[in-house]
């Protein structure tokens, strides 16, 4: 295998991005030139964003493998394109590289990035890459297009909430990997979902052809608790959620029951899920569930807006409220 010093800077970028397949039949530029070119759609909002992955606080080289670690740094910087009910379109990737990085290593990274672009049809449409000292380092900025956006503000008193997917499998599979609990058949899905979760751009897509008046929406990455308190904060409103409807996968109940573990904490403050929690007004709910069901997509409605206090709080099974801290998320600083 030839060594990234043997390529030099451009050698590299045409030696990774060769392997890339993915082409939007609307491309006029892709990689090569100082920036790529794409037409404007009249009536379309661009939405845009970028996220950087950093080597020892957003990923591990020991824990995961580089065709998922490319997987999951695009997956998620779809997820918010999916949290403002878009749908994603083009990302461009930056790559620092310490001199330890490998060409091997780099390979399956991009092989990855690959999949997630056909699977969803983005395109990888340029990047950057720069070499660093020690640390390795990767950000993915993303574009993609709305009719209308969802935003964090607009969930009003008496909408209801509700969330896709289920709650706290990538956080115990974040556990699982760690080593800290004993496992079974149900690590591999619950690892799964943390090394390599899927954005719900599909659903995203769903409520966003659907006539539903979608009040807000977010994506669940730093845990139900705090992502419900972005969207309280922004929308100036409380909420109350039900211990008993927050949605389980029966491998993530089967796990804790196993290993006594507490649910509670990790599908209230357990990251990295990748849901989408939005809210919408009572009597849109009918309809929301026949369409979920129709394309087999899992929602649950876990609580509702109020007015009053401007907290989360949570009802227990035995009918008693308790106030939700909001910051057992994570949070970088
Ligand atoms: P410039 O000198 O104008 O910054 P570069 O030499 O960095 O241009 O990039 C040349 C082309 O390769 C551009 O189209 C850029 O978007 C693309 N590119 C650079 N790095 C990457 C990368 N890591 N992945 C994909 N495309 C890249
Ligand atoms: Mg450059």
Redesign the pocket.
């Known amino acids: 295998m030839r060594k990234i010093k043997e390529l030099g800077?451009?050698g590299l970028?045409q030696h990774?991005?060769s392997s890339l397949n993915f082409r939007a039949s609307d491309s006029i530029l892709g990689?090569?030139?100082?920036?790529?070119v794409y037409p404007v759609k009249s009536g379309m909002k661009e939405v845009i964003s970028t996220d950087a992955l950093v080597e020892d606080i957003h990923f591990k080289l020991s824990t995961t493998t580089p065709e998922a670690l490319g997987r999951k740094a695009l997956s998620v910087s779809l997820s918010d394109i999916a949290a403002m009910g878009g749908t994603p379109k083009r990302v461009?990737?930056?790559?620092g590289l310490p001199e330890r990085v490998s060409l091997l290593f780099l390979d399956k990274l991009y092989s990855g990035f690959n999949e997630i672009c056909n699977q969803f049809e983005v395109e990888?449409?340029?990047?950057?890459?720069v070499s660093s000292p020690k640390c390795f380092f990767i950000n993915i900025a993303v574009i993609g297009e709305a009719k209308r956006v969802f935003t964090r503000k607009g969930a009003k008193p008496g909408d209801l909430i509700f969330v896709t997917g289920t709650l706290g499998d990538s956080s115990l599979g974040l556990k699982l990997i760690g080593k800290k609990i004993k496992g079974g058949k149900d690590n591999k899905f619950l690892i799964n979902r943390h090394l390599d979760p899927t954005p719900r751009v599909k659903e995203a897509g769903i409520l966003a052809r659907s006539k539903l008046d979608i009040t807000s929406m977010i994506d669940i990455s730093d845990g139900l608790v705090q992502d419900l308190y972005h969207i309280c904060k922004a929308s100036n409103v409380g909420a109350r959620i039900y211990q008993d409807r927050l949605p389980q996968s029966p491998e993530f109940a089967r796990t804790c029951g196993k290993n006594s573990i507490s649910p509670l904490p990790l599908l209230l403050n357990g990251g990295e899920d990748y849901e989408l929690l939005f809210t919408l007004p009572a009597d849109g709910a009918k309809k929301l569930t026949r369409q979920f069901l129709k394309a087999k997509v899992f929602v649950t409605q876990v609580g509702e807006i109020a007015l009053k206090p401007r907290k989360v709080l949570l009802e227990l099974r035995d009918g008693t409220m308790k106030t939700l801290p909001e910051s057992e998320g994570f949070n970088h600083f």
Request: proline share 0%; hydrophobic share 50%; with cysteine.
């Open positions: 800077e451009f970028i990774l991005t990689i090569g030139d100082d920036c790529a461009l990737v930056t790559l990888l449409a340029g990047g950057d890459t």
